[in-house]
T-cell receptor
Framework: QKEVEQDPGPLSVPEGAIVSLNCTYSNSAFQYFMWYRQYSRKGPELLMYTYSSGNKEDGRFTAQVDKSSKYISLFIRDSQPSDSATYLCAMSRLPATDSWGKLQFGAGTQVVVTP | NAGVMQNPRHLVRRRGQEARLRCSPM?????VYWYRQLPEEGLKFMVYLQKENIIDESGMPKERFSAEFPKEGPSILRIQQVVRGDSAAYFC??????????FGEGSRLTVL
C-alpha cells in the first residue's frame, strides 16, 4: 500500500466549474500538507500548504486537511483553462523548525479545464 | 533572483554510459534535494544534501547512483552504467534552512 494515494484522473471540467481534488494517506506522522501544480514538462510549483486539520483559503484555492480521516482536499473555484495541469499532493513529517525537505508525493491528478 | 537551475534539460545516454545531472540552488539556499519522477508516477525522494554533506540518502538506489554538493559549484547527481529503467525526469529542489522547497524544471534522461 502506498503511503499517499491520489487518483491520477484525468479530471475534465468545463470552465467556471469547481475542481475537487483529494488525497488519502496512511501515516499519521505527517504534519505538513502541500499542493503543487505541475505544468507539462515543467517543475512543480507550490500552491498551498497547511499544518494540522482545518481549512486554508488563497484566492480561488481552498485546501482542507482532516487528520482524523487522513484525508486532504484542494478545491479550485471558477476554474480557468490556465488551471489545466497536474496537481500533486505532498506531505512532510518534519517540524516547522527544519526544512520541509523529504516530501512524500501522491501520483498527481491531471486536470483539464475546457473552455 | 534566478530560480533553481538544472542542466542539462535533456540527456540521452546509451546503456552502460554515465549520466551527470547538475543543479544550482537558488541564491541563499543551503539545502538541496533530488527527486525522480517516473512516467505516470509522482515524485520520489532520492537524497538530501547540504554543502559537503549528505544528510539523508534513504531514497537513493544502493548501486550506481551517487550525489554530491561541494563547497563550490553545483550539486551533481551521478548515475553510472545507466539502464533503461533509469529513464525518468530528475528534479532538483532547494530550500532555505526552514520552509518550502523550490523546484527546478528538471532534467529528462532517456536511456537507449
Amino acid at each position: 500500500q502506498k503511503e499517499v494515494e491520489q487518483d491520477p484522473g484525468p479530471l475534465s471540467v468545463p470552465e467556471g466549474a469547481i475542481v475537487s481534488l483529494n488525497c488519502t494517506y496512511s501515516n499519521s506522522a505527517f504534519q505538513y500538507f502541500m499542493w503543487y501544480r505541475q505544468y507539462s514538462r515543467k517543475g512543480p510549483e507550490l500552491l498551498m500548504y497547511t499544518y494540522s486539520s482545518g481549512n486554508k483559503e488563497d484566492g480561488r484555492f481552498t485546501a482542507q486537511v482532516d487528520k482524523s480521516s487522513k484525508y486532504i482536499s484542494l478545491f479550485i473555484r471558477d476554474s480557468q483553462p490556465s488551471d489545466s495541469a497536474t496537481y500533486l499532493c505532498a506531505m512532510s513529517r518534519l517540524p516547522a523548525t527544519d526544512s520541509w525537505g523529504k516530501l512524500q508525493f501522491g501520483a498527481g491528478t491531471q486536470v483539464v479545464v475546457t473552455p | 533572483n534566478a530560480g533553481v537551475m538544472q542542466n542539462p534539460r535533456h540527456l540521452v545516454r546509451r546503456r552502460g554510459q554515465e549520466a551527470r545531472l547538475r543543479c544550482s540552488p537558488m541564491k541563499g539556499h543551503s539545502h538541496v534535494y533530488w527527486y525522480r519522477q517516473l512516467p505516470e508516477e509522482g515524485l520520489k525522494f532520492m537524497v538530501y544534501l547540504q554543502k559537503e554533506n549528505i544528510i539523508d540518502e534513504s531514497g537513493m538506489p544502493k548501486e550506481r547512483f551517487s550525489a554530491e554538493f561541494p563547497k563550490e559549484g553545483p550539486s551533481i547527481l551521478r548515475i553510472q552504467q545507466v539502464v533503461r529503467g533509469d529513464s525518468a525526469a530528475y528534479f532538483c529542489a532547494s530550500s532555505p534552512p526552514t520552509g518550502e522547497l523550490f523546484f527546478g524544471e528538471g532534467s529528462r534522461l532517456t536511456v537507449l
